[in-house]
């Protein structure tokens, strides 16, 4: 039988052999980290071309905005210019006021004027005050409004605007007031001025509303109109009366709606009955009324 010769020889063989003592096992070594130095990084690429441009660019600019010598010397010049240029118009003999031209007095006293206007002779024209010299002369009774300018190299010139007078009021001392047209008395004459119509109207018994009426009736009327009043009276705001030089009174009313009035008017005083009548009432100028 072969199974038991092999059985035999593996015997013999396990028997021969020496058994080895088994090692000890050693514990693993833990590694101990060493500190290195510290390594700093690498520079990107082209980081440094950047950076050099940068620097570049930047003393570029401090070189552009840094003032020069040129630059402070063209500051000099500049400011040297201006002071030279003020001290010509503020301080200089050359620009002083030598003549003062006065336009548009007419009613208005010219020695009031000249004394507003003295204290401006020998002052620099640049300095002159035209708004104060302005509302001074605006202050008297018949300046309306005062416009002053210069005239370059020493002439002040002072335009005065008077108000105008629209209409005269006969004058309890005699004469009449012309007035402008808000009512204002401007000045006293003897007489109405020609184109100025008289207005008869007592201010102190109908106040200067009424007054005010017969002033704006005035300026409303056409020419047509006008050459047919020789005057005006009004004891009330709403109580204006026409006197014709030929023909009847005419009742206006109030100072509204002129132009209709005026229309009817002169197509009532085309029939010869109204003409020859008293009184026309236009008023009303839609429901006109005449008084044989």
């Known amino acids: 039988m072969t199974g038991a010769p092999q059985r035999r020889r593996a015997a013999r063989a396990t028997d021969a052999a020496p058994v080895r003592p088994a090692r000890p096992v050693r514990p693993a070594r833990t590694a101990t980290p060493t500190a290195r130095p510290a390594v700093p990084p690498l520079p990107r690429a082209g980081s440094g071309a950047r950076a050099r441009v940068a620097d570049l660019a930047g003393a570029r600019r401090a070189r552009r905005w840094r003032p020069g010598r040129r630059s402070a010397l063209a500051l000099g010049a500049v400011l040297l210019v201006l002071v030279a240029a003020g001290w010509v118009l503020l301080a200089s003999p050359w620009l002083r ?8 007095v007419e009613r208005t006293d010219p020695a009031a ?20 010299l302005s509302r001074r002369l605006a202050a008297l009774p018949l300046v309306q409004s005062v416009d002053v300018s210069r005239s370059w ?9 008077e108000r105008q007078a629209v209409a005269a009021v006969p004058s309890t001392a005699g004469g009449v007031d012309l007035v402008d047209g808000d009512g204002n008395v401007l000045v006293h004459a003897d007489a109405a001025p020609a184109g100025v119509p008289t207005l008869d109207v007592d201010v102190a018994k109908a106040g200067s509303a009424a007054l005010q009426a017969a002033i704006a009736v005035n300026a409303s009327l056409g020419d047509q109109v006008r050459s047919e009043v020789a005057s005006i009276s009004a004891t009330g705001p709403d109580a204006v009366t026409l006197r014709l030089a030929k023909g009847p009174t ?3 009313g109030d100072a509204s709606r002129p132009e209709r009035k005026a229309e009817v008017l002169l197509r009532m005083l085309a029939d010869p009955t109204v003409a020859a009548a008293r009184s026309v009432d236009v008023s009303a100028p839609d429901a006109p009324a005449v008084t044989p």
């Open 153 to 161: 190299p020493s002439t002040l010139v002072v335009a005065v605007h």
């Open 97 to 104: 006021v030598e003549q003062v031209r006065t336009t548009g």
């Open 250 to 252: 005419v009742v206006w």
């Open 113 to 132: 004027v000249q004394r507003i206007l003295a204290g401006v002779d020998g002052t620099p024209l640049a300095r002159v005050d035209a708004r104060s």
